[in-house]
């Protein structure tokens, strides 16, 4: 894979239809090698469930995700991107030279 610029982004989905989570699954998997983390809760009162995914990717890879997730029947995602390209501060928010 090239060297390309990636950001830190945020996915919120909210799954209503729980027919519509082997696919959503099957998508997440394509896209496993940007994912730095996945959180599922399920929330039983309502009959949802809602899932955060964090990535680290380049933009043509959040969106392409963000959109196929938005395209399954049942499925609301939000998709937040982070201000500064991944890798271009360190701990104290100095950039690195």
């Known amino acids: 894979m090239e060297n390309q610029e990636t950001r830190i982004a945020l996915i919120g989905i909210i799954v209503e239809d729980p027919a519509s989570t082997t696919r959503l699954n099957a998508i ?3 896209y496993g090698k940007y994912i730095i983390g996945r959180m599922g ?3 039983h009162p ?3 469930c809602i899932i955060s995914i964090v990535m680290d990717a ?3 890879a959040i969106s392409s995700l963000s959109g196929k997730l938005g ?3 049942g499925v609301s995602i939000k998709t937040v991107y982070s ?3 991944a890798g271009k ?3 104290d928010g100095t950039a690195e030279s």
Do not use: C
Request: overall charge negative; cysteine-free; charged content about 25%.
């Open 28 to 30: 997440l998997h394509e």
């Open 41 to 43: 809760i399920p929330y």
């Open 46 to 48: 309502k009959e949802i």
């Open 58 to 60: 380049p933009n043509n």
């Open 71 to 73: 395209m399954l029947p």
């Open 83 to 85: 201000k500064m390209p």
């Open 89 to 91: 501060g360190d701990a």
